[in-house]
């Protein structure tokens, strides 16, 4: 899908739910893509058990990633042995013995019989790349939107039978990316002071191949509630009038 077609699929986003920040694309992929650059912040002291990256958590990303567009790999990511995980760059195994994973577990927030049916990407890939979708030259693997309560009503309409997860925010990635479903999260606590999001927002993955499908759908839907909106106001002006 050419840029042009990111592009106005991105505005329709924006203009048919009112985002207050724009749509991102999400491309896992094998090589770095063409003309991007890595994202370069330095990473802090390691924990005791090695575990740094150059963000506090994957989900930072989201927010670094409304500008411009960069690359990441492993290392990048590797705060968050939870993210890590649900982005394919570490085995379960792998990330038990962390010590972010043991302070979770510890503090009742995740026992560990949830960790193996937490949704995941199924392959490791040297790189993801985040970037606003408007920008996008290849059709990403997920768009992933910040939405607010009427905005995810919106979307739970276009969808019927939307999933609506929880924690860890992060793993609707691997559902849109996976099992192509649209996916709205609640959040998670650890996420949402990583990234320092408002308690009035939730996000939103949808996959990629599906995106013009799923515009379609939502402007569609938005034309709808804009009729219901419509009758609603018109028949409480009897009320108004008592």
Not at 43 to 48: A, V
Not at 66 to 84: I, K, L, M, P, W
Not at 147 to 176: W, Y
Not at 181 to 193: D, F, H, Q, Y
Request: proline share 7%.
């Amino acid at each position: 899908m050419p840029q042009d077609e990111h592009r106005k699929l991105s505005e329709d986003l924006v203009k048919s739910l009112g985002l207050q920040h724009p749509p991102l694309a999400i491309h896992f992929t094998d090589e770095a893509l063409p003309g991007v650059e890595p994202f370069a912040d330095e990473m802090p002291d390691p924990t005791d058990d090695g575990r740094t990256g150059r963000v506090p958590a994957g989900c930072v990303f989201w927010m670094k990633a409304e500008g411009r567009t960069f690359s990441t790999v492993a290392e990048d990511h590797a705060n968050c042995s939870v993210g890590s995980v649900t982005h394919g760059f570490k085995t379960l195994e792998e990330a038990a013995g962390k010590s972010d994973v043991g302070a979770l577990v510890g503090a009742g927030w995740v026992a560990p019989e949830m960790f193996p049916g937490i949704p995941v990407v199924q392959e490791r890939y040297p790189y993801v790349s985040y970037g606003p979708l408007q920008d996008a030259e290849a059709t990403p693997d997920v768009v992933f939107l910040r939405v607010n309560a009427k905005q995810a009503m919106t979307i739970s309409d276009a969808f019927p039978g939307l999933r609506f997860e929880g924690k860890p925010q992060c793993h609707i990635i691997a559902i849109a990316k996976e099992q192509q479903e649209v996916a709205i999260s609640v959040g998670c606590m650890l996420s949402r002071v990583r990234t320092g999001m408002p308690n009035t927002e939730m996000t939103c993955a949808i996959p990629g191949a599906k995106l013009a499908d799923a515009v379609q759908q939502i402007k569609t839907t938005t034309v709808i509630d804009a009729t219901v909106a419509n009758y609603a106001s018109e028949d409480s002006r009897r009320f108004e009038q008592r």
